[in-house]
């Protein structure tokens, strides 16, 4: 049975110590938490005399919502958010400044406590936080359960080292993020250029048409013409205590299929054949809400896997255009833009018809004239093995934060002054 009143990073280790020179507190010692409120006016532009008024789903995105009360509770950079209502109730923010929302909580450090310490000991309690909450429809943060926790605690000078590590990790999963941002703009940029203008330096002549104006020599069709077939997934309402696995919208990311987190199916396995994934098949996600309708991604290799009723698998006629040139064309936002115009609007969700889908105009070169559609495939390639290269650093950073949370904030990995030990 798991201890109560005690921080969740300790349940893994029942014999475990705490350091002979490290104080017992609650994190009611650490800080006391401030609850935000309501103003009475909110306004949609900022005055000389307002602040942010902070809400969670504004704090990625900047402010959007002031006002001008003096009398509600603010926040510096140095405070601790944690959100104290809904699905994301316990998670710990910071570096923001302005009047704290009325689903917000703010801890303000005690004397003798780190400011960046008590962050990361707030961060680490998440998962622990978002389980243990009260109340029914909007599950809410339990505060006093969390002001009861009882933590080991390091002096400030200690707290002040160990923080310092964990800072230099966060810098570290920031700086890969803002790499792998940065190279899938690169990728967009391309896509823009490769499908609107072909490779840099190789066309001089361009010609006007219907889509707009396309390297001279290119082709000119609709989608239908360049697939040999078309054909809708399985139901998943099917029994799910099979053995065979059912790819879902989910099982494709950056254009490519994947198989994880699936679920499985009972089938024959002659309907299993007529369904299995093959290297080359494009699936193209058929209906969803506006911004996941037309998701597309291929099948790299051969897989033992079907699909799900709401995808449609693309078999294309590989004497006209290379599958991944046409997985790459059909994620280009302007030809993304063309097929999102067959979507028909449902109460919840859009739904593309295959037969409209198979209407869309887009232009290739031929396979007969250049190996042009070869040397764009190769381009964007290389910028997809980068995207997933830094999405696995970033995972593997993230793996190496949660050991040093386990292990610095327990004290079983000291960091005196001038380095470990």
Known sequence: MRPTGVHPLYYSADKYQPPADWDIRTVKDYAIPVKGKMPK??????????????LIDGLG???????????????????IVIVADGSRS??????????????????????????DYLFFILESLYPYNNTATIGGAIPHL?????????????????????????????????????????TRELKRSLMQTLFVSGMPGRHSGFVETKIGYVP???????LGEVLVSSQYGLSESMSESGCFPILRMNNIDNGIVNANDVKYIDLDDATFEVFRL????ILFNRTNSIEYVGRVGIVNEDMDAVFASYLVRLTVDTSQIDPWFLNFSLNSMQVKNRYRRYATPAVQQAN????????????????EDSNEQQEIIG?????????????????????????????LLTGKIRIPEGGYQ
Do not use: H
Request: proline share 5%.
């Open 41 to 54: 006016t909110l306004l949609e532009e900022p005055t000389p005399n307002s602040l942010p008024y902070l």
């Open 61 to 79: 995105e900047g402010e959007s919502l002031y006002t001008e009360e003096a009398n509600l509770p603010t926040i510096d950079v140095s405070d």
């Open 90 to 115: 316990g998670l710990a923010i910071r570096g923001v400044r302005g009047v704290l929302g009325s689903t917000l909580l703010a801890y303000k450090a005690n004397e003798g406590y780190d400011p």
């Open 142 to 182: 339990d505060k006093r359960l969390l002001a009861k926790l009882t933590l080991a605690t390091p002096k400030e000078d200690e707290q002040r080292r160990i923080a310092a590590v964990l800072k230099l990790a966060d810098n570290a999963i920031a700086k890969a993020k803002a790499e792998l941002e940065a």
């Open 216 to 222: 001279k020599g290119w082709r000119i069709k609709q």
């Open 278 to 281: 093959k290297a080359g098949d």
């Open 352 to 367: 593309i018809n295959p037969r409209n889908l198979k209407k869309t105009l887009f232009t290739f070169p031929s396979l």
């Open 379 to 407: 381009v964007l390639r290389s910028v997809d093995d980068s995207i997933i290269s830094l999405s696995n650093k970033i995972i593997a950073l993230q793996q190496v934060k949660k050991s040093l949370l386990q292990n």
